[in-house]
C-alpha cells in the first residue's frame, strides 16, 4: 500500500511566533493520525537551498501509512481545531498526496 504525505509550504508568513497556537495543537493532532514530521525547514535547524521558483520559507513533510490515513487525519477533529488557530497574515500551500509504492 503506497504511503500518504502531506506537504505544505508556506510562502508569506508575517510573524511566524504567531504559528505557535497552531503547532501546539496541530503536533498532537497529526501523531495521534498515525502521521510522522520527517522534516520541518527551517524552525527546526535544518538546511535548505531553494533552485527555480524554489522557496526558503518554512516547508513542511509529514508522512502517514497510507494515503486515506493522511486524508483522515486532515478531515479529523483534533485537526480541525488546529485550523481554526491558524492566524491571519500568513500564506500557506498544503496538498496530501500518495506516494510511490
Same mark, same amino acid.
Given at each position: 500500500?503506497?504511503?500518504?504525505?502531506?506537504? $505544505?509550504? !508556506? &510562502? #508569506?508568513?508575517? *510573524? &511566524?511566533?504567531? @504559528?505557535? /497556537? !497552531? *503547532?501546539? @495543537?496541530?503536533? &498532537? /493532532?497529526?501523531?495521534?493520525?498515525?502521521?510522522?514530521? @520527517? $522534516?520541518?525547514?527551517?524552525? +527546526?535547524?535544518?538546511?535548505?537551498?531553494?533552485?527555480? #521558483?524554489?522557496?526558503?520559507? +518554512?516547508?513542511?513533510?509529514? =508522512?502517514? *501509512?497510507?494515503?486515506?490515513? /493522511?486524508?483522515?487525519?486532515? =478531515? $479529523?477533529?483534533? !485537526?480541525?481545531? /488546529?485550523?481554526?488557530?491558524? &492566524?491571519?497574515?500568513?500564506? +500557506?500551500?498544503?496538498?496530501?498526496?500518495?506516494?510511490?509504492?
Amino acid at each position: 500500500m503506497a504511503k500518504g504525505y502531506w506537504v $505544505s509550504v !508556506y &510562502p #508569506a508568513i508575517s *510573524d &511566524p511566533e504567531r @504559528l505557535t /497556537a !497552531y *503547532d501546539k @495543537l496541530a503536533g &498532537p /493532532a497529526v501523531q495521534a493520525g498515525g502521521g510522522h514530521v @520527517l $522534516s520541518r525547514i527551517p524552525s +527546526r535547524g535544518g538546511r535548505v537551498v531553494a533552485h527555480e #521558483a524554489g522557496i526558503t520559507q +518554512r516547508v513542511v513533510l509529514i =508522512e502517514f *501509512d497510507s494515503f486515506e490515513q /493522511a486524508v483522515a487525519a486532515y =478531515e $479529523s477533529e483534533a !485537526y480541525q481545531k /488546529a485550523l481554526v488557530a491558524l &492566524p491571519d497574515g500568513f500564506e +500557506r500551500d498544503f496538498r496530501i498526496i500518495e506516494g510511490i509504492d
